[in-house]
């Protein structure tokens, strides 16, 4: 605290990284969980905010290459300063490293000045990462043993005096040119005047770390007129040395079931990151567009029924992750225990058993193959014989019936209890349409049949027409019969009800595609 007990604000520099997320510090992401304030650049990836604490104030600066920035830095300084002097956790979030042509120091400079409590966590620079996701390192005993990082963003009138060129063509084996491209054609010539060989090896690597990167490889004297014919542009790094012959036998990232595939996920924002992740280890571009939202039901009045009458139930029947989750949580909102002896919890499968495990219930019963209610059913028939037993069914609002109606023809007794809703999601208007017609998608991924229909629900006559253009892929087969209710029968079917499954069985289908054959 201050003198007269004001709260103390403090400023954290933190390197984003070269652009894909997972690429962020963990003592990165830390700050910026704990931000009350952050500030960022064009460059930075906006999945990262949403790691942002509920209730943090976002401010966007600019600040992407060539482009004149939103704010000026002397703005931007002004902006920092402010936010700590109200007392603030701010966090300055940078693309790549803070210190790497990133302007860090002089925003360092402006908050000690202030007096201001200053930390400075680096990231990973695009100088190295770009190559790296490209296949080539910056440095092999075979090929190079030094290299150096410069900015190609000056006037190109004052390129020769500003940065000495010459002198660095020869003086290290590999170069790494950043924000360079609008000056590519100034910068190789002067590379070239500094003796360095016309047919030495590089790169052009654009949008590094993402499933939208593009490579392109030619002798130096030849690479910005090739850059221009291939469309290339900002942001992209430029490798210049003998390491660049190591992409060819190297290049990992492009090799990717998934790469650069567009791939939309449909299902509830607040779970959708499973999925983005199993996405993006693929190498596709997960596009978050939800068509549902999980609520808990208007009225807890039957669930608590539930719980103070715990003790008359034989089995609890599991049959989704979100069930458990919103059923152990008011649970434990009751201080109602759900682990206790001669009470059994049947799940429908490995992923709610997962989950119902992770709350710290155990699970006594899940089918051995078939994950859906009916193999649940069969399972309960064959080891847990229903009749004169009495079954407690947490679900959705809007559950299938097929278990309780199997149940109750076995004799067994079954409480239906809605733990949360399912409802539509607040999706801006015309922002579907304007992903699947403007901005294309390759793939569409559903993950319960409120998604289909919601999906349905927005299509206009166009984006109908694009969606059918696209690859669809269904979590099951209850899933995929609502796709094929309206129209848009899955190419795509997981083996098993899961978002690491569906992902799978889609890297499985785009392969086969890629060697002309058929599934």
Same mark, same amino acid.
């Given at each position: 605290?201050?003198?007269g007990?004001a709260?103390?604000?403090r400023v954290?520099? $933190?390197g984003?990284?070269?652009?894909d997320p997972?690429l962020?510090?963990?003592?990165?992401?830390?700050?910026l969980?704990?931000?009350?304030?952050?500030?960022?650049?064009?460059?930075?990836?906006?999945?990262?905010?949403?790691?942002?604490r509920?209730?943090?104030? !976002?401010h966007?600066?600019?600040?992407r290459?060539?482009d004149?920035?939103t704010?000026p830095?002397?703005?931007?300084?002004?902006?920092?300063v402010r936010?700590?002097?109200?007392g603030?956790?701010v966090?300055?979030?940078?693309?790549?490293?803070?210190?790497v042509? /990133?302007?860090?120091?002089?925003?360092?400079?402006a908050c000690?000045?202030?007096?201001l409590?200053?930390e400075?966590?680096?990231g990973?620079?695009?100088?190295?990462?770009a190559p790296?996701?490209?296949g080539?390192?910056?440095t092999?005993?075979r090929?190079s043993?030094?290299?150096?990082v410069?900015?190609g963003?000056?006037d190109p009138?004052?390129v020769?005096?500003?940065?000495r060129?010459?002198?660095?063509?020869?003086?290290?084996?590999?170069?790494? *040119?950043?924000m360079?491209m609008?000056?590519?054609?100034?910068? *190789?010539?002067r590379?070239?005047?500094?003796?360095?060989?016309?047919?030495?090896?590089?790169?052009?690597?654009m949008?590094g770390?993402?499933?939208?990167?593009?490579?392109?490889?030619?002798p130096?004297?030849?690479l910005?007129?090739?850059?221009?014919e291939?469309?290339?542009?900002s942001?992209?790094?430029?490798?210049?040395?003998d @390491?660049?012959?190591?992409?060819?036998?190297?290049?990992?990232?492009?090799?990717r079931?998934?790469? /650069?595939?567009?791939?939309?996920?449909t299902?509830?924002?607040?779970?959708?990151d499973?999925?983005?992740?199993?996405?993006?280890?693929?190498?596709?571009?997960?596009?978050?567009?939800?068509m549902?939202?999980?609520?808990p039901?208007?009225?807890?009045?039957?669930v608590?029924? =539930?719980?103070?009458?715990?003790?008359?139930?034989?089995a609890i029947l599991?049959?989704?992750?979100n069930?458990?989750r919103?059923?152990?949580?008011?649970?434990g909102?009751?201080?109602?225990?759900l682990?206790?002896p001669g009470l059994?919890?049947?799940c429908?499968?490995p992923?709610t058993?997962?989950?119902?495990?992770?709350?710290g219930?155990?699970?006594?019963?899940?089918?051995e193959?078939?994950?859906?209610?009916?193999?649940?059913?069969?399972e309960?028939?064959?080891? !847990?014989?229903?009749?004169?037993?009495?079954?407690?069914?947490p679900?959705?609002?809007?559950a299938?019936? $097929?278990?309780?109606?199997?149940?109750?023809?076995e004799?067994g007794?079954?409480?239906? $209890?809605?733990v949360?809703r399912t409802?539509?999601?607040a999706?801006?208007p015309? =922002?579907l349409?304007?992903?699947?017609?403007?901005?294309?998608v390759?793939?569409?991924?559903?993950?319960?049949?409120?998604?289909v229909?919601?999906?349905?629900?927005?299509l206009?006559e166009e984006?109908?027409a694009?969606?059918?253009?696209c690859? @669809?892929?269904a979590?099951?087969?209850?899933?995929?019969?609502a796709?094929?209710?309206? /129209?848009?029968?899955?190419?795509?079917?997981?083996?098993?009800?899961?978002v690491?499954?569906?992902?799978?069985?889609?890297?499985g289908?785009?392969?086969?595609?890629?060697?002309?054959?058929?599934r």
């Amino acid at each position: 605290m201050s003198p007269g007990g004001a709260r103390r604000g403090r400023v954290i520099l $933190v390197g984003a990284g070269p652009g894909d997320p997972d690429l962020i510090t963990l003592r990165g992401l830390n700050a910026l969980r704990e931000a009350d304030a952050v500030v960022y650049d064009s460059l930075a990836p906006r999945e990262l905010l949403r790691m942002a604490r509920p209730g943090a104030s !976002l401010h966007d600066v600019g600040k992407r290459g060539h482009d004149a920035p939103t704010r000026p830095q002397t703005e931007i300084n002004e902006l920092l300063v402010r936010l700590a002097r109200e007392g603030k956790n701010v966090v300055r979030l940078k693309g790549g490293d803070p210190f790497v042509f /990133g302007r860090g120091g002089e925003e360092v400079t402006a908050c000690t000045d202030s007096g201001l409590d200053v930390e400075v966590v680096p990231g990973i620079s695009s100088a190295l990462a770009a190559p790296a996701y490209a296949g080539i390192p910056v440095t092999d005993r075979r090929h190079s043993a030094s290299f150096a990082v410069v900015t190609g963003h000056k006037d190109p009138t004052r390129v020769s005096a500003e940065t000495r060129w010459e002198e660095l063509a020869t003086a290290v084996d590999t170069l790494v *040119i950043l924000m360079g491209m609008r000056n590519l054609d100034e910068l *190789i010539g002067r590379v070239l005047a500094g003796g360095r060989d016309p047919k030495t090896p590089a790169a052009v690597v654009m949008n590094g770390t993402l499933p939208s990167q593009k490579v392109l490889v030619a002798p130096l004297d030849e690479l910005a007129a090739r850059s221009r014919e291939s469309g290339l542009g900002s942001p992209a790094a430029v490798v210049i040395g003998d @390491v660049v012959r190591l992409r060819e036998a190297q290049s990992w990232f492009e090799n990717r079931p998934l790469f /650069g595939k567009r791939v939309l996920v449909t299902r509830d924002a607040s779970q959708s990151d499973s999925m983005v992740a199993a996405l993006r280890e693929a190498g596709a571009h997960a596009i978050v567009a939800p068509m549902i939202e999980l609520a808990p039901p208007e009225s807890w009045h039957e669930v608590d029924a =539930a719980l103070d009458g715990i003790e008359g139930y034989d089995a609890i029947l599991i049959t989704s992750a979100n069930a458990i989750r919103f059923f152990a949580a008011r649970a434990g909102e009751r201080d109602v225990a759900l682990a206790r002896p001669g009470l059994h919890f049947l799940c429908v499968g490995p992923r709610t058993a997962e989950v119902t495990r992770a709350a710290g219930i155990p699970v006594h019963l899940m089918p051995e193959n078939r994950f859906d209610a009916e193999g649940l059913v069969d399972e309960i028939v064959k080891h !847990l014989p229903p009749r004169g037993r009495r079954f407690l069914f947490p679900c959705a609002d809007k559950a299938r019936d $097929v278990l309780p109606e199997r149940l109750r023809a076995e004799g067994g007794r079954v409480d239906s $209890v809605t733990v949360y809703r399912t409802r539509a999601a607040a999706t801006p208007p015309g =922002a579907l349409r304007r992903i699947l017609v403007d901005e294309g998608v390759d793939v569409l991924t559903f993950t319960s049949p409120s998604t289909v229909v919601n999906f349905a629900e927005r299509l206009d006559e166009e984006s109908r027409a694009a969606a059918e253009r696209c690859t @669809v892929a269904a979590i099951g087969p209850v899933t995929a019969e609502a796709l094929r209710e309206v /129209g848009l029968a899955p190419q795509v079917l997981a083996e098993r009800a899961g978002v690491r499954e569906l992902v799978a069985a889609l890297e499985g289908w785009v392969s086969g595609k890629q060697e002309g054959g058929s599934r």
